[in-house]
Nanobody
Framework: VQLQASGGGLAQVGGSLRLSCTAS????????MGWFRQAPGKEREFVAT????????YYEDSVKGRFTLSRDKAKNTVYLQMNSLKPEDTAVYYC???????????????????WGQGTLVTVSS
C-alpha cells in the first residue's frame, strides 16, 4: 500500500483546510486509515482514524468537533476536514494505514504499517 497525502497549506486562525490521503493497493474490510501530526520539537501524535468497513471514526480530544473524517471508497481516499483551526494545529500531518487493528490500538502510532509523506499545515494568527 502506498499513501499519497495532499491538501496542506496556510490558514488563518478559525479557518479551514481539507487534507486528502489516497491509497494505492489493496483495501478490504479490515483496513484502517488515519492521520497523525508532528509539530516542531514534538513527538508524532494521533489525530483521527476511520475504519473502512463501517466508517466508525475516532478523534483525539483536542480536535473533536472541529475535524471530521470521511472516505470515498471508490477512490480509496480519506478526507480530513479541519475547521476552526488553531495555531496549535500547526504541524506536519501524516496519513497512515493498517489492517486488522483492534480498537485499543487505533490511536497508537506503531500500529500502522503504511505511511504517507506528510503535508504541512500552518495556522497563522
Amino acid at each position: 500500500v502506498q499513501l499519497q497525502a495532499s491538501g496542506g497549506g496556510l490558514a488563518q486562525v478559525g479557518g479551514s483546510l481539507r487534507l486528502s490521503c489516497t491509497a494505492s493497493g489493496h483495501t478490504d474490510s479490515s483496513y484502517v486509515m488515519g492521520w497523525f501530526r508532528q509539530a516542531p520539537g514534538k513527538e508524532r501524535e494521533f489525530v483521527a482514524t476511520i475504519r473502512w468497513r463501517d466508517t466508525m471514526s475516532y478523534y483525539e480530544d483536542s480536535v473533536k468537533g472541529r475535524f471530521t473524517l470521511s472516505r470515498d471508497k471508490a477512490k480509496n481516499t480519506v478526507y480530513l476536514q479541519m475547521n476552526s483551526l488553531k495555531p496549535e494545529d500547526t504541524a506536519v500531518y501524516y496519513c497512515a494505514a493498517g489492517y486488522r487493528l483492534i480498537t485499543s490500538s487505533l490511536r497508537i502510532l506503531r500500529s500502522y504499517d503504511y505511511w504517507g509523506q506528510g503535508t504541512l499545515v500552518t495556522v497563522s494568527s
